[in-house]
């Protein structure tokens, strides 16, 4: 009967602890997705970075909103990039007829936004709006042989649910609020799920869990900086604010690989399929890893049994600003489908592998 | 001390009713909510026909035509007259499943709009399934390996042919293990967007809220049956037209038509609204049309009847639509009354919520108080 109990007890001791260490990173994700942070507009999103890390570290966080906590001491330093800021859009003017006219701010296809809601975020709160469809949607067109009208951020226009300047106004809409669609989770399966904004809150939800797991003392002999930068889709600005303060060995930013993981794309690069693993991003727009480095990854994964994929693709990592000061760039990845869309994919298995990735680099890097 | 009570009585009856028709505003939104949440698109009705059989009072017997149209029968005074709303939205279908698991679409009927399908690039989808909703998305080329040429073909000439959904299985087999069968109706999820001004926002949006209309009008208290029995219908098929020569009525309707023979119809349907140009107005009351220039009794008998409940309305002279089409050679008599609907047709249907309260208001008129044949 004792060692019954004792078994129980071991059994649940062992049970408490591992589930200490047991990923989070899917909740965040499912969570900080939905926090608005158009490129220039990050402040929800990086207060809630700041809210989710522990108590005990000494985060720092600039004007821009570029938020980081640094860990350990001497050399290598080592930084881990993500960004907090996602694509949208922000008021330019409101016409007299209530309707809003924008400014882009970043690459999303207009078509897909055409005649679907948006959330204009102001300082009084989320006010829902309809992206009007182009006009004569319905329509003939006399001429079917010339080209249609290109329908582009500039071109469309926002409706509200009101009819003049004066009531949008009313409704705390204002020049410079920015916008985004309104998200919606597609679930596919447990673990398998489909939104906007996963570019890039998925690195930030891999390094959010990844510091809620890091054990602070245990990085000896090197020097470790978590950061959540901003403004990255519009030009890499919050890590070019960082790479003057911040002077890393290595850079590993943690960012979408644009996968060809889908039936319209052809398969000559970047096919890396959604739920094999993480992705150490060889080549991109910005960067070409090194083999030694890239080496140094794929070992370490197969010690700690992490899948991991390598491949090369296309788009820019904010790792690549810190190259000119000295620094190596590592882009550690998962595997996104749709990249730039409303529904871009993701599975929990990459997420969740990244994140060991990350830890086991903290740990074990040299 | 007469007068006192009277008068107490009097307050009573003013406070009681307008408390009835807060409620019943209420009733009629939770109403459109619940019947918006229901896929609906041709040949794939039986959903919605469940939920409105479920929402019906038991007492009322339902009659159906084999085709999935729902009718029920209600004692008033407007007097022997069919009152027939769609039950069928535009929407698409699966029409194959590739070996990697990928569906492809198609379309039950022609479409609504030439850049109809358009709106489907790059977006969530249902498909609802006999095992229940399997969640999907319309695949779109990815921004970062976009060419010049490939954006010509997949984003600015997107079509049927390159819409694939991914529901995230590998293969065939995995797509069907989740009950996925060809002609699956493919909708929107049902996500509304409350909008200022007391406007809704959504896929289907206009046809659910008149659907929710007869439904909270059929299962709300009647009066005496000096008038006869009105026919209240929700029609299936009526985006598929008929076939035969000349004009083309809607398939449901044409049915409806031959089932229960009406000598009047009223059709509640659903109208482009907010385009200028002498267009109806959103906000500005529900739409009577008609093809005739002259006044037709029913079309004077709701013009009465909109005056005296002072329910705002607006008239329009149009050809007959093919819901009405069926009902419009004499000695036969239709109206078309019609919810304005902002940007009909797209993913997001604007419906103003005072418009839905006046259709409401103005039907359950004419079926209680009559048409004064």
């Known amino acids: 009967m004792n060692k019954r109990i004792a078994i129980f007890v071991m059994a649940l001791v062992v049970s408490i602890s591992s589930a200490g260490a047991q990923s989070k990173a899917w909740e965040i994700l499912r969570e900080i997705v939905l926090v608005p942070g158009v490129s220039g507009h990050e402040g929800p999103a990086a207060d809630y970075v700041q809210k989710m890390l522990p108590a005990g570290l000494k985060t720092e966080r600039d004007a821009m909103h570029n938020v980081w906590f640094t860990v350990g001491s001497g050399k290598p330093h080592i930084l881990f990039v993500a960004h907090v800021d996602e694509l949208g859009w922000t008021v330019d003017r409101i016409t007299p007829e209530g309707r809003l006219k924008v400014k882009p701010g970043g690459g999303i296809l207009p078509q897909t936004v055409e005649a679907r809601p948006v959330l204009v975020h102001t300082k009084r709160g989320p006010v829902a709006g309809i992206v009007a469809p182009r006009p004569g949607y319905d329509e003939r067109r006399p001429n079917a042989e010339e080209p249609e009208p290109p329908f582009t951020a500039e071109s469309f226009d926002v409706y509200l649910g009101v009819g003049t300047e004066a009531e949008a106004r009313a409704l705390g809409v204002a020049e410079g609020d920015s916008l985004t669609a309104k998200k919606t989770i597609t679930d596919f399966a447990p673990g398998l799920m489909a939104t906007r904004a996963v570019d890039d809150r998925a690195g930030c939800a891999a390094l959010l869990d990844a510091a809620l797991r890091l054990k602070p003392d245990a990085v000896k002999g090197k020097t470790v900086t978590f950061a959540w930068d901003v403004q990255e889709e519009t030009g890499l600005f919050g890590a070019a604010e960082l790479a003057k303060i911040l002077k890393p060995d290595y850079v590993f930013a943690i960012d979408t690989f644009v996968s060809t993981d889908s039936p319209l794309e052809s398969k000559r690069l970047a096919f890396l399929p959604v739920g094999k693993g993480a992705v150490l991003r060889a080549v991109d727009s910005s960067n070409v890893t090194p083999k030694t480095e890239i080496r140094k990854v794929l070992a370490l994964a197969e010690k700690r049994k992490i899948p991991v994929q390598v491949g090369n693709s296309r788009g820019g990592n904010d790792g690549s600003v810190f190259l000119t000061g000295g620094a190596v760039d590592i882009p550690l990845s998962w595997p996104g489908s749709y990249a730039h869309s409303l529904i871009e994919k993701i599975d929990r298995r990459d997420l969740e592998a990244l994140t060991d990735l990350i830890l086991a680099i903290v740990a074990e890097w040299k | ?373």
């Open chain 2, 1 to 373: 001390m007469a007068h006192r009570v009277a008068r107490t009585l009097g307050m009573i009856t003013a406070v009681a009713c307008v408390a009835a028709a807060a409620a019943g505003a209420a009733d009629l939104r939770t109403l459109t909510k619940e019947l918006f949440a229901v896929p609906s698109t041709t040949g794939n009705e039986h959903e919605l026909a469940a939920k409105i059989r479920g929402l019906l009072p038991k007492t009322l017997a339902i009659e159906e035509d084999g085709l999935g149209t729902v009718a029920v029968r209600l004692s008033g005074s407007a007097g022997p007259v069919l009152v027939l709303a769609a039950l069928d939205g535009y929407g698409h279908m699966v029409s194959g499943i590739t070996p990697d698991g990928y569906l492809t679409v198609d379309r039950p009927v022609a479409p609504p709009h030439a850049r109809f399908d358009a709106y489907l690039l790059g977006q969530p989808v249902v498909v609802t399934t006999a095992k229940g909703p399997v969640r999907g998305v319309v695949s779109q080329p990815a921004l970062h390996l976009l060419t010049q040429e490939r954006r010509k073909s997949l984003v600015d000439g997107f079509s049927l042919e390159t819409a694939f959904i991914d529901i995230a299985v590998r293969s065939d087999k995995e797509a069907r293990a989740k009950g996925v069968e060809l002609l699956d109706a493919v909708t929107y999820p049902a996500v509304l967007t409350e909008l200022a001004g007391g406007q809704w926002a959504g896929p289907s949006l206009g046809l659910k809220a008149v659907a929710a209309v007869l439904v909270d009008i059929a299962a709300g208290p009647r009066s005496g049956s000096a008038g006869g029995e009105a026919m209240v219908a929700w029609a299936a098929q009526t985006k598929f037209a008929a076939r035969g020569r000349g004009a083309r009525p809607a398939l449901g309707a044409a049915r409806a038509k031959t089932k229960w023979q009406p000598q009047r119809a009223v059709i509640v349907d659903v109208v482009a609204a907010g385009k200028g140009d002498g267009a109806p107005v959103p906000g500005g009351g529900p739409v009577l049309i008609q093809a005739k220039a002259e006044p037709s009794s029913l079309l004077q008998a709701f013009i009465k009847l909109a005056a005296e409940a002072k329910i705002p309305v607006q008239s329009v002279t149009a050809a007959d639509s093919p819901l009405a089409l069926p009902f419009a050679a004499a000695p036969s008599e239709v109206l078309t009354v019609a919810l304005p609907v902002r940007f009909l047709n797209t993913p997001s249907e604007i419906v103003d919520l005072e418009d839905l309260q006046a259709l409401r208001d103005l039907l359950a008129a004419f079926l209680t108080k009559g048409a004064g044949r």
